[in-house]
């Protein structure tokens, strides 16, 4: 069984360039999720989107992120341009559709770390 | 936002039974309580949910009061593999719930 499939795992660029990374969500879940995982800050929610719509995007750091999910099985992250700041380990997850009030579990990705220059 | 507190380290030995407690004094009434663990260069693992009582799995338990204010993830007999953050989260996505925050977990630390 496929997880979810993130890239690239690593990525260096310098401050100012453009940075894409994407998740391949595992198939049938319908709820995806971009974290962003720091030693300061801990694991952040950045956005989550149901149903390839964007639900929560209160998490988003500034303007400079953007996410998309144009079809159910790909959504990226982006960011430009890029800051030193923005350097982290970026986390997508997807989880089956929550039902009622309970939380189906999150399965996430092994990550991208990123290192901004 | 539903706060939960949790120790930030622990250490116990080879084939001991291991408790984590979490506290979350302002746990909603529809709130979900779960546990991840998360490995270096890993991203986190689900171990349990519950909602009150008692739950357990196959690699944990869950142990929750009956005023929901607090939680306990009981390890039973850990080996060096089981070294590795613990996340408690409080809250839920749909409506009503407390969205999802991850704290900063405990790491705890398996010696043998």
């Known amino acids: 069984d496929a997880g979810v499939i993130q890239s690239p795992r690593h990525e260096v660029t310098e401050m100012g360039q453009e940075v894409t990374l994407r998740c391949k969500p595992i198939s049938g879940h319908n709820s995806l999720f971009w974290y962003r995982q720091t030693m300061m800050r801990g694991l952040e929610l950045l956005i989550y989107f149901n149903n390839n719509v964007p639900i929560d995007d209160s998490g988003m750091p500034e303007d400079r992120f953007s996410a998309k999910m144009p079809n159910a099985s790909f959504s990226t992250l982006k960011i430009q341009p890029s800051e030193p700041r923005d350097s982290a380990v970026y986390f997508c997850a997807s989880s089956l559709p929550n039902r009622g009030i309970s939380n189906q579990p999150q399965h996430f990705g092994d990550g991208t770390r990123l290192s901004i220059l | 936002l539903a706060k939960t507190t949790q120790p930030i380290s622990m250490d116990s030995y080879e084939g001991q039974e291991v408790n984590i407690t979490c506290s979350h004094n302002?746990?909603?009434?529809?709130?979900?309580i779960t546990w991840y663990q998360q490995f270096p260069s890993q991203g986190p693992r689900f171990i349990i949910q519950g909602y009150k009582t008692k739950v357990t799995n196959e690699v944990a338990s869950l142990f929750i009061p009956a005023d929901r204010k607090s939680s306990t993830l009981s390890l039973p007999r850990v080996s060096l593999s089981d070294t590795a953050v613990y996340y408690c989260?409080?809250?839920?996505?749909?409506?009503?719930?407390?969205?999802?925050?991850f704290g900063k977990g405990t790491r705890l630390s398996v010696i043998a």
């Open positions: 989260l409080v809250g839920g996505l749909s409506s009503g719930n407390t969205p999802l925050v």
């Open positions: 302002n746990i909603a009434t529809n709130d979900y």
